[in-house]
C-alpha cells in the first residue's frame, strides 16, 4: 500500500493535455486596473506552450456590484460569458480574476440549483436574442487551475531553475478564490485537490520555481475590495492588517491571483502611508510576474513598472532583471 | 433566549441613587444599581417576511442563532457593533427599534463570505445583511448608502455597455456622491503612477477612456436587463407595502 502510494505520488503529476489550448475570459479589470495580470499571464502562457483564446464578445461577469442591485441579472451577465464560450467550441473557460471566477462558478451553480436563477436567466437570454446557458457544458477554471493542471510542478521546476530561490512570499488568496464553498465543488476532494480552508496552489507553483513560501495565517482573509471606494478607511484597515502580518511572518513580497485584491492592497498600502503615517515595505507581485520573471521573461514583459509599489529595484537585487 | 437583554444594561436603563432606602433597607449606590423594566409593545411583526421578500432575504428564517456569522465575521473584527448574528435575532423578533440603532453600519458589510462559509444552516447570512440594508433604504430608515451608490453606477455602466471602464464607474461614483472628482489621497497615487508609466500604457488608458469599451453584439441585451430588474424592483416594492414608488 505505501510503495503504491509513493509510485502513485511520483507519476501523479498531473498534465492536463484538455488544457493545452483553453477559452480566456479576461474580465473588466485585466482591461484596466489589472492589465499588468492580463499581460504576464499571456507571458506565461506563451511561455509554458499554453494557448488562450479570448471569449468572443464577452461582458462583465457583475462583479461584486451587480448582485446587490439584483442577483439573478449577475447570474445572466455570467452565464452569458459560458454561452458565449460554447459557442466556440470550447469546454473549458479560464478566468484569472477571481471575481469572475467566483461568478461564473457561481452562475454554474445556481442554474443547477435555483429554479429562480434559470427562469431569470432564460427569460432575459430570450428577450436578448441568444440561447440560455444549460449548466455543465463549460468547466469554470481559475489561472492557478489552469497551471496546476496543463504544466504541473514538475515541469514548472524544470523550466524555472529555482530562480525564485530565497524570495520570501506571503501568498495571498482573498475570498472569492474559495467561499462559499459549496460553489466550488472540485475543492476539497482530499489529495491534489485545492483547500477552501488552506488553499495552496499558488505556494504550489511559485515553491516550484524556487521561492520559499511564509507560513501566513491571512491567506483566505477579506481586503476589503468589495467597498475599496465607498468604505475606505474600513479597506486601509484591513489591507494594512494583511501588509502587517505578511511582513511580521518574514515576507518580502506578497503574492496575489486577483486584480481587485492586488490593487486594493496596493492603493491601501499607499492611503495608509499618506494617512496614518503607517509605510510598509513588502511589494505586491502577481504570482503570473513571479512565474514569468522565473520563467527568463523580463520585468517589462510581465508588467512590472505598472505595479505602485515599484518592485523594479528590489526584484533586479534578487537578479530578476 | 436571554439574548436581547444586553439592551437592558445599556447606560440609559440604569438607575443609581446616591441616597436610597426601602423598607428600612439602605440601597444607595453602585452596588446597588436598579435595572428599568421594560415593556415591549411595538415588534414589527412584518419585518421578517419583507426582509425574505427582498432578494438574499429568503433563508433568514433558517437561522439557529449559533454565532458562527458573527465569529468570523470581517466587519465584527473591524467594530464590535457590527453583528450579523444579533440582527438577524432582531429582525426575527421583529425588534425593529432595536435594529435602527445600527442602521448607519448594516450597509459595510463587505461581502467576504465568511458567514456564509461558516454557517450551518444555510442561512447566507452575507446576502442577509446585503437585503437588511436594500430594506433599511426601502423603507427610507437610512439614505443610499455609498455603498449603494456605487453598485448602481457600476450596474448602469454594465447594463448600457456590457462592459465597465473603471475611470468612468468612479467619475460617477465621486459624481454622484458630491465628493471631488478625486480625493487628495488618489490624486497623489495617481499623479505617481503617472510619472513612471510608460508612454504606450498612458496611451492605453486614455484611449480605454475616451473610447468606453463596449461588447460588441450588446444589441437588445441591456434593454432585456433593464426590463426584468424593473419588474422585480416593482414586485419588491409590492412586497413592502411601497406600490407606486418603484425600485431602489
Known amino acids: 500500500m505505501a510503495k503504491d502510494m509513493t509510485e502513485q505520488d511520483l507519476t501523479s503529476d498531473p498534465k492536463d493535455k484538455n488544457l493545452k489550448q483553453v477559452a ?3 474580465g473588466c479589470a485585466l482591461e484596466g486596473t489589472g492589465h499588468a495580470y492580463n499581460r504576464s499571464t499571456k507571458a506565461v502562457g506563451k511561455a509554458l506552450g499554453l494557448e488562450l483564446v479570448e471569449v468572443k464578445d464577452w461582458n462583465c461577469c457583475g462583479a461584486m456590484e451587480v448582485k446587490n442591485i439584483d442577483p439573478q441579472v449577475q447570474t445572466y451577465l455570467s452565464a452569458r460569458n459560458l454561452t458565449k464560450t460554447e459557442e466556440m467550441g470550447f469546454d473549458v473557460v479560464m478566468a484569472p480574476c477571481n471575481g469572475c471566477y467566483h461568478n461564473l462558478k457561481k452562475a454554474e451553480y445556481d442554474l443547477a440549483h435555483n429554479p429562480q436563477a434559470v427562469e431569470a436567466n432564460e427569460r432575459i437570454s430570450a428577450k436578448a436574442g441568444h440561447p440560455a446557458y444549460q449548466p455543465g457544458r463549460v468547466e469554470t477554471i481559475h489561472a492557478l487551475d489552469w497551471l496546476k493542471r ?3 510542478e514538475k515541469e514548472l521546476a524544470r523550466r524555472t531553475a529555482g530562480k525564485l530561490k530565497g524570495m520570501k512570499i506571503a501568498n495571498y488568496y482573498g475570498c472569492m478564490y474559495t467561499r462559499p464553498r459549496h460553489i466550488f465543488p472540485d475543492k476539497d476532494q482530499g489529495a491534489g485537490s485545492e483547500s477552501t480552508h488552506a488553499p495552496h496552489f499558488m505556494d504550489d507553483l511559485l515553491a ?3 521561492a520559499e513560501n511564509v507560513d501566513f495565517p491571512l491567506k483566505t482573509a477579506c481586503c476589503g475590495g468589495a467597498h475599496a471606494m465607498s468604505d475606505a478607511d474600513t479597506s486601509t484597515q484591513l489591507v494594512l492588517n494583511i501588509l502587517t502580518t505578511a511582513e511580521a511572518c518574514g515576507a518580502e513580497v506578497i503574492a496575489t491571483e486577483c486584480p481587485t485584491c492586488h490593487t486594493s492592497l496596493e492603493i491601501h498600502q499607499l492611503r495608509a502611508e499618506k494617512l496614518l503615517g503607517r509605510k510598509t515595505n513588502v511589494k505586491i507581485l502577481y ?3 513571479l ?3 522565473a520563467l527568463g521573461l523580463s520585468q517589462r514583459k510581465v508588467g512590472v513598472a505598472e505595479n505602485m509599489a515599484d518592485p523594479r529595484v528590489y526584484l533586479k537585487e534578487r537578479g530578476l532583471r | 433566549m436571554p439574548i436581547h437583554e444586553k439592551t437592558l444594561i445599556r447606560p440609559e436603563n440604569l438607575v443609581s ?10 440601597v444607595s ?3 446597588s444599581t436598579f435595572i428599568k423594566p421594560r415593556t415591549i409593545t411595538d415588534y414589527n411583526e412584518e419585518m421578517q417576511a419583507e426582509i425574505a421578500a427582498l432578494p438574499g432575504g429568503e433563508n433568514i428564517h433558517r437561522c439557529w442563532q449559533c454565532g458562527s456569522c458573527t465569529n468570523s465575521c470581517t466587519m465584527n473584527a473591524v467594530n464590535p457593533e457590527f453583528n450579523p448574528r444579533y440582527w438577524i435575532y432582531l429582525i426575527r423578533q421583529g425588534l425593529e427599534e432595536e435594529l435602527l440603532r445600527d442602521k448607519d453600519i448594516i450597509w459595510q458589510c463587505v461581502s467576504c463570505n465568511k ?6 444552516r444555510d442561512v447566507v447570512p452575507e446576502a442577509v445583511m446585503k437585503a437588511t440594508a436594500h430594506w433599511l433604504e426601502l423603507k427610507g430608515h437610512t439614505g443610499e448608502s455609498l455603498s449603494s451608490v456605487f453598485d448602481r453606477g457600476f450596474t448602469d455602466n454594465v447594463v448600457h455597455s456590457g462592459k465597465i471602464e473603471e475611470g468612468h464607474v468612479l467619475r460617477i461614483f465621486f459624481w454622484r456622491t458630491g465628493q471631488p472628482l478625486a480625493p487628495p489621497w488618489l490624486r497623489d497615487l495617481i499623479l505617481g503612477l503617472v510619472k513612471k508609466l510608460p508612454v504606450f500604457y498612458l496611451y492605453n488608458l486614455l484611449k480605454t477612456a475616451v473610447l468606453r469599451p463596449k461588447t460588441r453584439g450588446w444589441g437588445k441585451t441591456g434593454a432585456a436587463i433593464e426590463d426584468y430588474v424593473r419588474e422585480r424592483h416593482a414586485e419588491q416594492a409590492a412586497a413592502l407595502g411601497l406600490s407606486g414608488k418603484g425600485g431602489h
Open chain 1, 24 to 26: 480566456y475570459y479576461p
Open chain 1, 150 to 152: 496543463a504544466v504541473g
Open chain 1, 208 to 210: 516550484s520555481a524556487g
Open chain 1, 287 to 289: 504570482f503570473t510576474q
Open chain 1, 291 to 293: 512565474l514569468g520573471m
Open chain 2, 17 to 26: 441613587h446616591d441616597e436610597l432606602v426601602i423598607d428600612g433597607v439602605d
Open chain 2, 29 to 31: 449606590g453602585h452596588w
Open chain 2, 115 to 120: 458567514c456564509t462559509y461558516a454557517c450551518p
